[in-house]
């Protein structure tokens, strides 16, 4: 999730729009006179579902909301973003900033090397004796980069300022606490310390067990400007090759996750023990859209879950299923596969994997759909011998059965709800506001953006968009097979944005790099870059990679020119037909556009084919 989708998650384009230019009712959409160019009639469209808009006259272009802005207020991307950031409360990532990241990330690696050299040596005896116990092989203490805190309170400190690091970064890392007299102290004291990556393998922080009595048994490095524990999942550095193959498998703590990969599970992250976020659940997506979540087989535990899913997972379902009892009901057709895996009794990850990996693949491939573990995990918390208790299940499951986007799997958790309630599936269909399905689609009229769903981001990339450019970037060589790519073939924003500076250092004939382009990318952009430099393309050899680009660019262009149809379809279903005659043009335009394309490609087909 980058800054700019965190910012357009919070702005609804239709008001947004509304601001500069009267907007009235067409069918599903607004309509308005352009404002970029004088005309009689209205050719400039608002799609409130989309978010977009489009003017179909003489400016012939469209786009979101940072698009919009800019070309009302003749504005640069970085002066944009800086107003809509101000207007959301969304804040943006300054130098010092990043600056101050590198620096605890800086801290927290000679940190790291530290606590390793502690477990190592004959102060750690008890520390290795306590990981034997659990089964974790010297290696992985290794690979792990397992360590130990010293006890006495101070010696870490001590050694980080001799290391030349300011006691202000130490304390910002979360790696010491300053006391009221002014000396600092160590954060973690004799604790079996558990480093914490991101995604890009940089040190964030540190997760710590106690090795005795003390209270709480785990604690974590606190917030700190690169650790947020709801942003990160533990091993996902390490675990996101074999996850986008296999899926990705969650468990609650650490040490079921190094025992999953010491047994050869490396597509296995942990929530360190948290109720998953959105943000968690938004960077698993990244990574596939096969999910499986371990669960211990307590109560507590799966109740933990139940509010981990209802406060993250559905908050991914931005597109509307349908109404019920008054309430509007939202689904992602691209959501993750969900599965619960349920751990045997008095057993967790850790236990199952040492004791029988063989059931703990089996369990973790024949895991409970996500909706079928709701209603067997909610039936059991209510009366459903009562009229009250049916209620109560119906309500509180109603909203996960809609979100599933297939007519036929609908009716699988309808008659599963029914069999756990002793009703017949006719007695609990007559007894609820059934939304439409794909099969019977939600009429245009139920279809908006809820105000509600503006605090949660948008989160979905466009895999087209990364691709193309990732190649690009990565082989420079690619250059001329990009002469057809349009910047207005990019879906996303920051990478059109990040294809001009791409163009920019073409039309100067420089060398590119990845650090010629980091250096020439705005800090605004570098989170999209990042996303975009570390994507790999295994099985791509070096004749094919030029294919692979031509072909990229059709499709980008032919999504392009259809999407340009949907719209152009959707104005002319929904309003009267009272444009001017270069809207028309415009139409007609698109329609050749479609028709060289698709003739491009089966010319370019029969010539493989020979």
């Known amino acids: 999730m980058t800054v700019t989708d965190d910012i357009k998650g919070r702005l609804d384009i239709t008001e947004m729009v509304s601001r500069y230019v009267t907007l009235q009712r067409s069918g599903s959409n607004h309509k308005a006179n352009c404002p970029f160019h004088q005309e009689r009639t209205p050719s400039f469209y608002v799609f409130p579902d989309r978010q977009t808009w489009r003017c179909f006259g003489a400016c012939a272009t469209g786009g979101d909301v940072f698009s919009f802005v800019m070309k009302a207020e003749n504005l640069e991307f970085r002066e944009t973003l800086e107003r809509l950031s101000q207007q959301t409360g969304v804040p943006l990532p300054r130098r010092r900033e990043r600056v101050e990241q590198q620096n605890a990330t800086d801290v927290n690696e000679e940190a790291n090397k530290y606590f390793q050299r502690l477990l190592a040596s004959e ?98 490095t606190p917030r700190s400007p690169v650790f947020d524990k709801g942003r990160i999942l533990y091993a996902l550095h390490r675990a996101k090759d074999s996850a986008r193959k296999q899926g990705i498998v969650i468990v609650e703590g650490y040490m079921d996750a190094i025992a999953a990969h010491e047994a050869g599970f490396t597509n296995v992250v942990a929530s360190m023990g948290t109720a998953l976020t959105e943000h968690q659940v938004a960077e698993v997506q990244t990574i596939s859209r096969d999910v499986t979540m371990a669960l211990d087989a307590d109560v507590a535990g799966q109740q933990a879950t139940l509010r981990s899913l209802e406060s993250s997972w559905k908050v991914l379902q931005l597109q509307v299923a349908g109404r019920a009892r008054g309430t509007i009901l939202f689904r992602r057709p691209e959501m993750a596969s969900l599965k619960i895996a349920v751990m045997p009794e008095g057993e967790d990850p850790d236990d199952l994997i040492r004791q029988s990996p063989q059931e703990w693949r089996e369990r973790i491939e024949h895991g409970t759909p996500l909706v079928q573990y709701l209603i067997d995990s909610l039936a059991n918390q209510y009366e459903v011998s009562t009229p ?223």
């Not at 000396?183 to 914490?196: S, V």
């Not at 908006?448 to 060589?477: I, K, T, V």
């Open 123 to 220: 102060r750690g005896a008890a520390a290795r004796s306590y990981l034997a116990r659990r089964g974790v092989s010297p290696g992985t203490v290794t690979s792990f980069e397992l360590g130990l805190s010293p006890a006495d309170g101070r010696s870490l400190g001590d050694h980080l300022r001799q290391s030349s690091f300011p006691p202000q970064v130490l304390e910002q890392a979360g790696l010491v606490r300053t006391a009221d007299n002014g000396h600092q102290r160590d954060f973690f004291r004799g604790r079996l310390m558990f480093p914490i990556r991101d995604k890009q393998g940089d040190l964030a922080g540190f997760g710590a067990r106690a090795l005795d009595d003390s209270q709480p048994k785990y604690i974590n």
């Open 388 to 610: 009250h208790g049916k209620t109560q299940l119906v309500d509180a499951v109603l909203p996960s059965i809609y979100a599933v986007t297939a007519g036929f799997e609908q009716d699988r958790y309808f008659q599963i709800l029914a069999d756990r309630m002793s009703v017949t599936r006719e007695a609990l269909l007559s007894n609820i506001d059934r939304p439409a399905t794909r099969r019977q689609t939600t009429s245009p009229n139920q279809v908006r953006r809820d105000p509600a769903m503006h605090e949660f981001p948008n989160l979905g990339g466009d895999p087209l968009d990364e691709f193309c450019l990732s190649l690009l970037l990565h082989y420079p060589e690619l250059e001329p097979e990009a002469v057809d790519l349009k910047p207005e073939y990019f879906r996303h924003l920051e990478n059109r944005m990040i294809y001009d500076q791409w163009l920019l250092a073409r039309e100067r004939r420089e060398v590119l790099t990845c650090e010629s382009i980091r250096e020439s990318i705005g800090e605004e952009f570098q989170e999209s870059l990042n996303i975009l430099l570390e994507k790999e393309h295994p099985g791509i050899e070096f004749l094919s990679r030029p294919k692979a680009v031509r072909d990229c660019i059709t499709n980008m262009k032919d999504r392009y020119l259809r999407e340009l149809k949907k719209e152009e379809e959707r104005v002319f279903s929904d309003s009267e037909i009272d444009m001017e005659e270069n809207t028309f043009h415009s139409v007609l335009k698109v329609n050749q556009r479609i028709k060289e394309n698709q003739k491009a490609r089966e010319t370019t087909l029969k010539v493989r084919t020979h």
